[in-house]
């Protein structure tokens, strides 16, 4: 992997980007775009989305996108390197998106000859080039999020009766953790399904409040519709982008790192790139945590937590056990896995744990869930059943935000948010609506804010 | 069958031969239609209690304690709805409750539940419920709550000797705020009940049982102060007897070994160790084929109305009756195809009748109110 990943550095630090007008790849907002026509663009107009993957781009369409100052780009499946590449590089595409898994070193070759376009890799989680200085960092692989169902469409429950839902958080948290890349998580939606707008909804959020770009892809039936202008799915589209908006237009909160006082030692190249595992299901706890990449744990990264979760206590080295020992010292509480767990590793094609290593971490889950109880560790939530949070705090403490996203088919009302540290002033922001000022007032533990209604998410941000 | 037949053969139907049946006591029973919780709730429970008789001669200068309904943990939804639009009192009818009970000059106002799986404060469990916490607060002076499924903020259990012979338990063993009230009001949702059929003021009750004693994860000796399960082990199944602080059961070999049996019965036993003096019963909005979302088959219904009693065996026959059944109805039959009639039970200890020929029905009648639960 870290081979991988310097190869795939070198390669990127010779790729100039053809058009220094564009927006920088960071920036990008992807759609997959379904359609051939230029009339298709007219869409775009008052969106946010600035970039497109097309699967056969004409030289047509890449001029009028660029006239939008949209950029191109043209997906290259691993079977279509040379007839593919040939047409997109024919019709002028900005840069490539290689999906799939390629052979080592083709991006190296393509990048090589052709150094004008910009290329971006959608690559299966566990080839993801970690700790890399690329601007983007995609996958294909992603769990479709919400709430789980089981064969007989009623909700699954856990032990403790909580809901589980089906998330990328954990996942995003941990690679996000890892450097700062943008990450670009290009899942599809299911297969021969008309999906309901709030799901789109869902998903966008559901990276969004992890600081990642779900890179929108619509079913075949809504694409249709939304082709011949039908009415309802035009309204669709439009509240899919305006919640693309809603996240773009807070670039700051994408630059804040996760908050509060636990923190979950990992390495992101293994149960990281898993979701369903130790992360999502704090998640689901909606305790506030903050993953550290296991090879970069230091008494630093450390500061400000209580707790500390050490999921594969076996992978540390001399060195890093020295750094817990020492924070156990400073009063910290530490959780260990159980002897003989090792955090699993990816294999390609699967991104969710397997049922023997879920029984497993089941028990790390019951220690975690008894370390913490029902403090606050930074931010408690209340009558959150059906969503996600997500607690970013910016460097200083002198400001904070906690997303949340309603998974439910039914807005949440009357959610409760008692927090730690002094911030006396609280603002609620919802796509759509005006920013609202919040009463805060004092609880047992510190704060605490009430939110009158959550439809798809919202976010509360805290000041001193 | 047209309603005014339903009403004539409910109320012709032969009484079940009990014990108290005649002699049973009544109170009257109030129904009022109220469509949705955004209509005037307030307006609406003050007349049904002012058609009782009006509350201040009940509650004022009195410590008042309202066991509502938050059955299951407040993560089990019915598809995502709020709780109190499926099986939970809405926290409208719970503040609104409140309120009245602080007009009429109630001293001290203590909502209590033993919650879910947990003996952690009755706040956390409201606010992960989604009600106003501090809307609920302020409703009234006062304003407290308890959790009571262990010894919450008490320093020890009230025992509740029940004066005779008693179904299941000679004793009952709870928390204390129970026995530290003058007045008990039970704050119920118009809902069926998979094992019980029918689930209003008197099962409702069945949660004043604490998790800590008569809990699956209960001490053998001492309660479990810290429970994370139900009661289905001691109470449903009789697969163990509870912690040894509560006697055990009076004939551990008797009788069958599930809900429809032996919780109907405890719940009989607990009318007469815990008085209900007022019973109050939301059915705005409900939920029909179950008590909650982990029944299979359990779907929303509205039917409409609020309903209030000073005997909870009458208000729950009137209840029964609002929601299409019969409420002298036997074992086998809707709604209590697997299980004793409840109201027949504790008819039979003598808490209150339930006959619908004896009961003063006030307000909008059962006719007028009738929502038919089966379909």
Same mark, same amino acid.
């Given at each position: 992997?870290?081979?991988?990943?310097?190869?795939?550095?070198?390669?990127?630090?010779?790729?100039?980007?053809?058009?220094?007008?564009?927006?920088?790849?960071?920036?990008?907002?992807?759609?997959?775009?379904?359609?051939?026509?230029?009339?298709?663009?007219?869409?775009?107009?008052?969106?946010?989305?600035?970039?497109?993957?097309?699967?056969?781009?004409?030289?047509?369409?890449?001029?009028?996108?660029?006239?939008?100052?949209?950029?191109?780009?043209?997906?290259?499946?691993?079977? #279509?390197?040379? =007839?593919?590449? /040939?047409?997109?590089?024919?019709? +002028?595409? /900005?840069?490539?998106?290689?999906?799939?898994?390629?052979?080592?070193?083709?991006?190296?070759?393509?990048?090589?000859?052709?150094?004008?376009?910009?290329?971006?890799?959608?690559?299966?989680?566990?080839?993801?080039?970690?700790?890399?200085?690329?601007?983007?960092?995609?996958?294909?692989?992603?769990?479709?999020?919400?709430?789980?169902?089981?064969?007989?469409?009623?909700?699954?429950?856990?032990?403790?009766?909580?809901?589980?839902?089906?998330?990328?958080?954990?996942?995003?948290?941990?690679?996000?953790?890892? =450097?700062?890349?943008?990450?670009?998580?290009?899942?599809?939606?299911?297969? +021969?399904?008309?999906?309901?707008?709030?799901?789109?909804?869902?998903?966008?959020?559901?990276?969004?409040?992890?600081? %990642?770009?779900?890179?929108?892809?619509?079913?075949?039936?809504?694409?249709?519709?939304?082709?011949?202008?039908?009415?309802?799915?035009?309204? %669709?589209?439009?509240?899919?982008?305006?919640?693309?908006?809603?996240?773009?237009?807070?670039?700051?909160?994408?630059?804040?790192?996760?908050?509060?006082?636990?923190?979950?030692?990992? /390495?992101?190249?293994? #149960?990281?790139?898993?979701? #369903?595992?130790?992360?999502?299901?704090?998640?689901?706890?909606?305790?506030?945590?903050?993953?550290?990449?296991?090879?970069?744990?230091?008494?630093?990264?450390?500061?400000?937590?209580?707790?500390?979760?050490?999921?594969?206590?076996?992978?540390?080295?001399?060195?890093? +056990?020295?750094?817990?020992?020492?924070?156990?010292?400073?009063?910290?509480?530490?959780?260990? #896995?159980?002897?003989?767990?090792?955090?699993?590793?990816?294999?390609?094609?699967?991104?969710?744990?397997?049922?023997?290593?879920?029984?497993?971490?089941?028990?790390?889950?019951?220690?975690?869930?008894?370390?913490?109880?029902?403090?606050?560790?930074?931010?408690?939530?209340?009558?959150?059943?059906?969503?996600?949070?997500?607690?970013?705090?910016?460097?200083? =403490?002198?400001?904070?935000?906690?997303?949340?996203?309603?998974?439910?088919?039914?807005?949440?009302?009357?959610?409760?948010?008692?927090?730690? =540290?002094?911030?006396?002033?609280?603002?609620?922001?919802?796509?759509?609506?005006?920013?609202?000022?919040?009463?805060?007032?004092?609880?047992?533990?510190?704060?605490?804010?009430?939110?009158?209604?959550?439809?798809?998410?919202?976010?509360? +941000?805290?000041?001193? | 069958?047209?309603?005014?037949?339903?009403?004539?053969? *409910?109320?012709?139907?032969?009484?079940?031969?009990?014990?108290?049946?005649?002699?049973?006591?009544?109170?009257?029973?109030?129904?009022?239609?109220?469509?949705?919780?955004?209509?005037?709730?307030?307006?609406?429970?003050?007349?049904?209690?002012?058609?009782?008789?009006?509350?201040?001669?009940?509650?004022?200068?009195? @410590?008042?304690?309202?066991?509502?309904?938050?059955?299951?943990?407040?993560?089990?939804?019915?598809?995502?709805?709020?709780?109190?639009? @499926?099986?939970?009192?809405?926290?409208?009818?719970?503040?609104?409750?409140?309120?009245?009970?602080?007009?009429?000059?109630?001293?001290?106002?203590?909502?209590?539940?033993?919650?879910?799986? @947990?003996?952690?404060? !009755?706040?956390?469990?409201?606010?992960?419920?989604?009600?106003?916490?501090?809307?609920?607060?302020?409703?009234?002076?006062?304003?407290?709550?308890?959790?009571?499924?262990?010894?919450?903020?008490?320093?020890?259990?009230?025992?509740?000797?029940?004066?005779?012979?008693?179904?299941?338990?000679?004793?009952?063993?709870?928390?204390?705020?129970?026995?530290?009230?003058?007045?008990?009001?039970?704050?119920?949702?118009?809902?069926?009940?998979?094992?019980?059929?029918?689930?209003?003021?008197?099962?409702?009750?069945?949660?004043?049982?604490?998790?800590?004693?008569?809990?699956?994860?209960?001490?053998?000796?001492?309660?479990?102060?810290?429970? @994370?399960?139900?009661?289905?082990?001691?109470?449903?199944?009789?697969?163990?007897?509870?912690?040894?602080?509560?006697?055990?059961?009076?004939?551990?070999?008797?009788?069958?070994?599930? $809900?429809?049996?032996?919780?109907?019965?405890?719940?009989?036993? !607990?009318?007469?160790?815990?008085? *209900?003096?007022?019973?109050?019963?939301?059915?705005?909005?409900?939920?029909?084929?179950?008590?909650?979302?982990?029944?299979?088959?359990?779907?929303?219904?509205?039917?409409?109305?609020?309903?209030?009693?000073?005997?909870?065996?009458?208000?729950?026959?009137?209840?029964?009756?609002?929601?299409?059944?019969?409420?002298?109805?036997?074992?086998?039959?809707?709604?209590?195809?697997? $299980?004793?009639?409840?109201? !027949?039970?504790?008819?039979?200890?003598?808490?209150?009748?339930?006959?619908?020929?004896?009961?003063?029905?006030?307000?909008?009648?059962?006719?007028?109110?009738?929502?038919?639960?089966?379909?």
């Amino acid at each position: 992997m870290w081979m991988r990943a310097g190869r795939w550095v070198a390669a990127m630090s010779f790729v100039p980007f053809l058009c220094l007008a564009a927006p920088s790849p960071s920036s990008w907002v992807p759609v997959r775009w379904p359609y051939a026509d230029t009339r298709s663009l007219e869409l775009l107009a008052g969106t946010p989305i600035n970039c497109l993957l097309f699967q056969s781009p004409t030289p047509e369409l890449v001029a009028a996108a660029r006239a939008r100052g949209v950029v191109a780009l043209a997906v290259i499946a691993p079977d #279509g390197v040379a =007839g593919e590449l /040939d047409r997109a590089l024919a019709a +002028k595409v /900005d840069g490539i998106v290689l999906e799939g898994e390629f052979p080592e070193g083709t991006m190296r070759r393509i990048a090589a000859k052709n150094e004008a376009i910009s290329i971006i890799e959608l690559t299966s989680r566990n080839r993801l080039p970690l700790g890399s200085t690329a601007p983007v960092l995609g996958t294909y692989q992603g769990v479709w999020p919400g709430i789980t169902v089981d064969e007989e469409g009623a909700r699954k429950s856990g032990p403790t009766s909580s809901v589980w839902i089906d998330t990328n958080t954990g996942f995003l948290r941990a690679v996000r953790a890892w =450097g700062n890349a943008t990450v670009w998580i290009a899942n599809r939606p299911p297969a +021969k399904t008309a999906v309901a707008t709030t799901r789109y909804l869902q998903v966008i959020a559901d990276a969004g409040i992890s600081g %990642a770009r779900w890179v929108v892809a619509l079913d075949d039936d809504l694409a249709a519709r939304l082709a011949a202008r039908e009415e309802a799915a035009v309204g %669709a589209w439009k509240r899919i982008a305006g919640l693309l908006a809603y996240f773009e237009n807070h670039p700051e909160w994408r630059a804040m790192p996760e908050g509060g006082q636990l923190a979950v030692v990992q /390495d992101p190249e293994k #149960g990281g790139l898993l979701s #369903g595992g130790i992360l999502d299901m704090i998640a689901v706890k909606h305790t506030p945590v903050r993953p550290i990449p296991r090879q970069q744990l230091s008494a630093e990264m450390l500061a400000g937590a209580t707790m500390a979760v050490n999921v594969d206590a076996a992978a540390l080295t001399p060195e890093q +056990k020295e750094i817990l020992r020492t924070f156990t010292r400073g009063g910290g509480t530490l959780l260990t #896995g159980p002897p003989g767990w090792k955090d699993p590793t990816a294999a390609a094609g699967s991104i969710t744990l397997e049922k023997a290593e879920l029984e497993r971490l089941n028990d790390i889950w019951r220690d975690v869930n008894s370390m913490i109880g029902r403090r606050n560790m930074g931010v408690r939530l209340f009558n959150v059943s059906s969503m996600l949070s997500n607690y970013l705090a910016a460097p200083g =403490g002198k400001a904070a935000i906690v997303h949340l996203v309603n998974y439910s088919d039914y807005p949440v009302e009357n959610v409760a948010m008692h927090y730690l =540290g002094e911030f006396k002033h609280a603002t609620l922001i919802t796509p759509g609506e005006a920013d609202k000022t919040l009463e805060v007032y004092k609880t047992e533990e510190g704060w605490g804010v009430d939110v009158d209604r959550v439809g798809i998410c919202a976010t509360v +941000k805290l000041e001193q | 069958m047209t309603r005014r037949e339903w009403i004539a053969m *409910i109320s012709a139907a032969p009484s079940l031969q009990v014990l108290h049946g005649a002699e049973a006591p009544v109170a009257p029973v109030s129904i009022a239609k109220c469509a949705t919780y955004d209509e005037d709730v307030t307006g609406k429970l003050g007349a049904l209690f002012d058609q009782l008789g009006g509350l201040e001669k009940l509650v004022r200068n009195k @410590t008042v304690t309202v066991k509502v309904n938050m059955t299951g943990a407040p993560g089990q939804r019915f598809q995502g709805m709020a709780l109190g639009l @499926t099986h939970y009192t809405h926290p409208k009818v719970v503040g609104s409750t409140a309120y009245l009970l602080g007009r009429a000059g109630a001293k001290r106002i203590r909502f209590v539940e033993s919650a879910w799986a @947990t003996a952690g404060p !009755l706040e956390d469990v409201i606010l992960d419920s989604g009600w106003n916490l501090r809307a609920l607060q302020s409703a009234a002076p006062g304003v407290e709550f308890e959790n009571t499924n262990g010894l919450g903020k008490s320093k020890k259990y009230a025992r509740f000797k029940f004066p005779g012979t008693a179904y299941l338990y000679p004793e009952y063993v709870m928390n204390q705020a129970y026995e530290d009230t003058d007045v008990f009001v039970s704050l119920a949702k118009l809902k069926n009940h998979a094992d019980c059929g029918v689930t209003l003021s008197l099962k409702n009750c069945f949660g004043c049982v604490p998790a800590s004693i008569y809990g699956d994860d209960a001490g053998l000796d001492d309660p479990n102060e810290k429970p @994370t399960k139900g009661r289905s082990d001691v109470v449903h199944f009789a697969k163990r007897q509870p912690a040894r602080i509560a006697p055990p059961e009076l004939h551990p070999n008797e009788g069958l070994k599930n $809900a429809g049996y032996r919780v109907s019965r405890v719940v009989a036993d !607990l009318s007469v160790v815990r008085p *209900i003096h007022l019973a109050i019963i939301d059915g705005v909005e409900s939920t029909a084929g179950g008590e909650g979302p982990w029944i299979r088959g359990v779907r929303v219904v509205k039917p409409g109305v609020l309903i209030a009693g000073l005997n909870p065996v009458c208000t729950d026959a009137v209840s029964t009756a609002v929601m299409g059944y019969n409420p002298r109805a036997t074992r086998g039959t809707p709604p209590f195809r697997n $299980a004793d009639n409840t109201l !027949l039970l504790a008819e039979a200890h003598g808490t209150g009748a339930a006959d619908l020929k004896r009961i003063d029905v006030r307000g909008v009648s059962i006719e007028q109110a009738l929502y038919r639960y089966d379909v």
